[in-house]
């Protein structure tokens, strides 16, 4: 759906484009014709894959969260409410997908420098289904699990769900990430510890503006930690974050 969008676009002469990649791989034929016509492509949000462009001596600006740098955050709050030596395991997104691997480097780090045993690392796809059969499982294979660490608020409230079906709620320290407002209400009673709010909505004003300025260079977006003390500051869209734009 993407690649057909962005070849109406070309075909449609505009001189610039601001672009959030479903996937970071497909477009790059598309990428190459906009090079071509010389028209401005700004990556905003999951990155496109930098070996296939550099293959290509294809050069995008993008525009973004430092996820690895988040995750890293968010991990070393995890493991402040742990012990050395305890178990954790990790909720991926999809594989191949920058933005889950980013934050899972992340994780692991942060995790690991604190002496915490990473025992699984799993990719759910950002859902929910998948994530609470995939925890369900990790229950009884690992009845020590102590933490879980999630790449997405949808996965998290998966394993939320799978903690809670098992009954032990309050004794899994559970992390997400992206501040969507299906995780809110476990922020809110506890069952969540954290979340990171990443403001999609300025990663749009960014790559329009370097859209309209140079067309050069990456440029960081803010995130914040989301906790329950401070969650009233970091409100969450109504829309689901996963939704992708064109400009």
């Known amino acids: 759906m993407q690649r057909a969008f962005l070849r109406q676009l070309l075909a449609g002469h505009v001189s610039g484009i601001v672009l959030a990649p479903a ?7 598309e990428l190459l014709q906009a090079r071509k016509q010389g028209v401005c492509v700004v990556n905003i949000g999951s990155r496109l894959d930098t070996r296939l462009m550099g293959n290509k001596q294809l050069v995008i600006p ?4 430092d996820n690895r740098a988040a995750a890293k955050d968010v991990a070393e709050l995890l493991a402040g409410r742990l012990s050395k030596g305890d178990q954790v ?3 991926a997104g999809r594989p191949g ?11 692991r780090h ?6 915490l045993k990473v025992v699984a690392i799993e990719a759910a796809g950002w859902q929910q289904d998948r994530a609470e059969a995939i925890v369900a499982g990790w229950l009884k294979k690992y009845p020590n699990l102590k933490g879980i660490a999630a790449a997405g608020d949808n996965m998290a409230v998966g394993a939320l769900m799978a903690i809670e079906a098992a009954g032990r709620q309050n004794r899994i320290v559970v992390t997400g990430f992206d501040n969507l407002a299906s995780a809110r209400p476990w922020l809110r009673n506890g069952q969540l510890l954290a979340t990171v709010e990443w403001f999609p909505e300025k990663q749009g004003i960014y790559g329009i503006n370097k859209v309209m300025g140079n067309c050069k260079g990456n440029q960081y977006t803010p995130v914040a930690l989301v906790t329950v003390e401070n969650m009233d500051r970091y409100p969450s869209p109504g829309m689901s974050r996963k939704v992708r734009y064109f400009w």
């Open 97 to 107: 997908d920058t933005s889950s691997f980013e934050r899972v480097t992340g994780f």
């Open 23 to 29: 996937d970071g791989q497909a477009l790059l034929p």
């Open 110 to 115: 942060a995790l690991k420098t604190a002496g």
């Open 62 to 65: 993008w525009v973004g969260p």
């Open 89 to 91: 395991a990790i909720l």
